[in-house]
């Protein structure tokens, strides 16, 4: 999957914004088409001074990091959705949600499953 460099652009930095949340890809026709991002805000003082916070690992390696990773599961899903979700600015996981079309399979009366 070809993905250009402004979406990637897009994709990196939203991540990389989000204290608590989470970002979906979504793909159809083999076609990166959609970024949906739910974001949650913790109001003690902590979570507060850490979003004040500038990040320790540079933003050119997260960057590198995680376009390397998420190649690996956009790289053969034709259908489906990406889910990062992150937890204190890091991501604690990477869902993969592939869904297949079967147009030769047809139900009781013909029409689709």
């Given at each position: 999957?070809?993905?250009s460099g402004e979406a990637w652009t897009l994709i990196e930095d ?8 989470t970002v979906i890809l979504t793909v159809q026709d083999g076609r ?9 805000f913790r109001l003690d003082a902590v979570s507060i001074s850490k ?63």
């Amino acid at each position: 999957m070809i993905i250009s460099g402004e979406a990637w652009t897009l994709i990196e930095d939203e991540v990389i914004d989000t204290g608590y949340g989470t970002v979906i890809l979504t793909v159809q026709d083999g076609r990166l088409i959609q970024l949906e991002k739910t974001e949650k805000f913790r109001l003690d003082a902590v979570s507060i001074s850490k979003k004040k916070e500038k990040r320790t690992l540079s933003n050119k390696q997260i960057h590198e990091n995680l376009r390397k990773k998420l190649n690996c599961y956009l790289k053969d899903i034709k259908f489906g959705q990406i889910s990062i979700n992150i937890k204190d600015y890091k991501v604690a996981q990477i869902e993969k949600l592939e869904k297949h079309r079967f147009e030769d399979l047809q139900g009781l009366y013909g029409d689709g499953i």
